[in-house]
């Protein structure tokens, strides 16, 4: 090989094939549909790189929101045994005993504390007597015969539940009232066996 064929094979390393065909000869259909099919891939992996982006931020964004959540549930056994400790101090022993009044303010302080704490972090706490009894966020451990609410009311709460921002994290445990049946004879009473 001479020095100029040398040079000629290194400037078009492809092999210019395409250089020596009419510009008359090239198929124009070919190269839109090639162009069409180039695009429609494009757009498709543009299209699934945002859904990727979308649902890792919505991911992120979840598990940043109810990270503490097991921290939470844990905490949540306190904030019962402060509840009942508060509650077992019988009114009559605050007022004779100075030193168990002192006990039962520092705890109350302490529990107030804790609820602020539920508060800042979107933690509520559901204590649904007298509300329509809902299995989303209730647990129903009994039913009570012989009240004056209609059937399905909250009439006793056994242990609060509590919600971490729109998510569940401890069902109430409740007693819900049992409507007694009303006789046969009751103009209420719909027959519906025909």
């Known amino acids: 090989m001479t020095g100029s064929e040398e040079k000629e094979v290194v400037d078009n390393p492809v092999g210019g094939a395409e250089e020596n065909v009419a510009p008359e000869a090239i198929d124009l259909a070919a190269l839109q549909a090639d162009y069409l099919a180039m695009k429609d891939q494009l757009l498709r992996a543009v299209a699934e790189t945002e859904n990727t982006r979308r649902r890792l931020t919505r991911e992120r964004d979840e598990t940043a929101k109810y990270a503490a959540a097991s921290f939470a549930k844990e905490m949540l ?8 400790a508060l509650a077992a101090i019988p009114a009559e022993a605050l007022a004779q005993d100075e030193a168990l009044k002192s006990l039962f303010d520092g705890v109350s302080a302490t529990e107030r504390q804790l609820d602020a704490a539920f508060t800042r972090q979107h933690i509520k706490r559901l204590w649904p007597e007298g509300e329509k009894f809902d299995s989303n966020l209730h647990q129903a451990m009994f039913e009570v015969p012989g009240t004056t609410q209609p059937n399905g009311i909250v009439v006793q709460v056994l ?6 921002h ?25 027959d519906t066996v025909a």
Do not use: C, I
């Open 159 to 164: 242990q609060a539940g509590y919600t971490m």
């Open 77 to 84: 056994d306190v904030a019962d045994n402060l509840h009942r």
């Open 166 to 190: 729109d998510r569940l994290l401890r069902p109430a445990l409740v007693g819900v009232a049992k409507g007694d049946p009303k006789p046969a004879g009751d103009p209420g009473h719909v």
